[in-house]
């Protein structure tokens, strides 16, 4: 891995185009989530969970460009098999550094919330549209069931004229579930190394686990001759789903919140926390097809509850049957044209600045010899910040922190794995799927396979990304695959300390988190 700095003329993330239109009047919009537990079967088998609002997936969280997002979390947790504190991030959702501490990110910007507490995020949108979701970020946690939808609508999306239904009804939510609680689950890891396998895949919150029940699958209702925008959240914790829909074409236009240009695909394969839009025409002869949703993570071997294979809903067409489509289940077309994700180009061009070569990069080795020895501290990195550390020296080694120059342009190199960041996005100069190095039009993700930069995956072929330290925090970079991540696999990158002291000024509310939590016996936190 290679590490690059450069200084930049520092463009604001994800500004809109002109030709996008004018903006719309702000506003804020209040939701709020009530994080419970209750006994569900997504896929057959019954077992407590922790939820938003007492449904799997959350309920979906809709807003309007330019909105400002108040999300007041009440935690009412009372299942002693699982964690019952919590913290929620909002994923891809751009965060600035005046309210760093609303990020969401356990022991890096704020304390979790503790059992019979609330908190309030305050999130403002800016010019950031498309697909996105939210889930607990403290350890595991959201393996038991918390995670759920975030979508920012455009009323001038420029992709518009492509589709004429994009609504509650067409997100596709898919994500592993296992049938017991993380507890056990991560012990059992911590003490083999071994990541567990799950026992199903969930389609919009329902599957099916080898010789299991036969749930009834999703049913997707399309009328024939419409176009729909069907927007794909992959919720996992560790598995890759491959999507494609039975004799129909997908037309991608958006990934991870950035507006691309069209490309017509049939199969898409997708890293835990990756989201795509994708237009469908129904212009199939009238009748029922299968979505088919199979995936990959781990050894099947390990856990025989499961079968990728039963991991699918229906498209049904307006004047079809209430029935199963005839054709048999598959893993996808018999001939793909899937999705090379190199080939992926904004919607808008945009050449990232350059970055310019320094001394030999530490920063991926040092990750690499952390992820055995990474542990959460017990003060989290901004209330350090914000009481005057300056260096890396400031934070114990095990917090894997490190203070990068502000207003630069940072390179990175990845050999495989896949990794995220929250706080903006970055160019994906190389993608894992193509050793072609795109310096004049790459796409900006927020989740790319190399464990989880949630920008795109970083397997055999390595990946390289570029960022700009232009919105100073302490922000954490860290691999999707949340049993790595809790394993130690993941980073603090901070930036502008002494702006961050200047512009944060977190309230009371914020400030009451950490008294709260670090007053709670340890089966309460």
Not at 41 to 56: E, H, K, L, W
Not at 394 to 417: A, G, H, R, S, Y
Not at 439 to 467: H, L, S
Not at 484 to 499: C, F, I, K, P
Request: aromatic share 8%; charged share 15%.
């Amino acid at each position: 891995m290679k590490l690059s700095v450069a200084t930049a003329a520092l463009l604001a993330l994800l500004k809109v185009h002109p030709a996008f239109g004018a903006s719309v009047q702000p506003r804020v919009n209040a939701v709020t989530l009530n994080i419970v537990n209750t006994q569900l079967a997504p896929d057959g088998f019954q077992r407590s969970v922790i939820v938003a609002n007492g449904t799997y997936p959350g309920p979906i969280i809709t807003a309007t460009k330019g909105d400002t997002l108040h999300v007041k979390v009440n935690n009412k947790l009372t299942d002693p098999t699982m964690r019952r504190s919590t913290s929620i991030n909002f994923d891809g959702v751009f965060v600035s550094t005046s309210n760093a501490y609303d990020e969401g990110s356990p022991f890096v910007t704020t304390c979790p919330i503790a059992p019979g507490a609330s908190y309030t995020y305050t999130l403002p949108l800016g010019t950031q549209t498309g697909t996105f979701w939210y889930h607990s970020q403290l350890s595991v946690q959201y393996v038991d069931g918390l995670r759920g939808p975030l979508i920012i609508y455009d009323p001038q999306d420029p992709m518009k004229s492509l589709y004429d239904v994009d609504d509650a009804t067409t997100i596709w939510s898919v994500g592993d579930w296992w049938q017991n609680s993380t507890i056990p689950l991560l012990a059992g890891y911590v003490a083999t190394g071994i990541v567990p396998v799950s026992d199903s895949g969930t389609f919009n919150g329902v599957g099916r686990y080898q010789g299991g029940p036969a749930v009834p699958f999703f049913v997707q209702h399309v009328q024939a001759g419409k176009r729909y925008r069907f927007r794909m959240i992959n919720m996992s914790a560790r598995n890759v789903f491959t999507m494609s829909v039975d004799s129909h074409d997908l037309t991608i236009i958006e990934a991870d919140g950035v507006a691309t240009k069209p490309m017509v695909v049939n199969q898409i394969d997708m890293l835990a926390g990756q989201r795509y839009s994708v237009v469908l025409t129904a212009n199939q002869p009238v009748g029922n097809y299968w979505i088919n949703a199979p995936f990959v993570g781990g050894t099947p071997s390990r856990n025989l509850h499961q079968n990728a294979t039963l991991t699918r809903a229906i498209l049904r067409y307006a004047g079809a049957p209430a029935a199963d489509p005839v054709a048999p289940m598959s893993l996808g077309p018999a001939n793909p044209n899937a999705l090379l994700e190199a080939n992926l180009r904004p919607f808008v061009d945009e050449r990232p600045p350059p970055p310019i070569s320094t001394s030999p990069s530490t920063l991926l080795s040092a990750m690499e010899r952390q992820q055995r020895v990474v542990l959460a501290p017990q003060t989290p990195t901004l209330v350090k910040i914000l009481n005057g550390a300056n260096t890396s020296a400031d934070f114990n080694v095990t917090e894997n922190t490190f203070i990068l120059p502000k207003n630069k342009v940072v390179q990175i190199d990845f050999p495989p794995m896949t990794m995220t960041k929250p706080i903006n996005n970055f160019w994906l100069i190389k993608s894992n799927s193509s050793d072609v190095i795109n310096t004049a039009n790459p796409i900006r993700r927020d989740n790319m396979a190399n464990c989880d930069i949630k920008v795109a995956g970083v397997g055999a072929a390595g990946t390289t990304v570029r960022f700009t330290t232009d919105n100073p925090g302490p922000w954490f970079f860290h691999c999707h695959i949340f049993w790595h991540m809790q394993a130690g696999l993941a980073t603090v990158m901070a930036s502008g300390l002494d702006e961050i002291r200047k512009d944060v000024h977190p309230d009371g509310e914020w400030e009451n988190l950490c008294s709260a939590y670090n007053a709670l016996p340890a089966d309460l936190q």
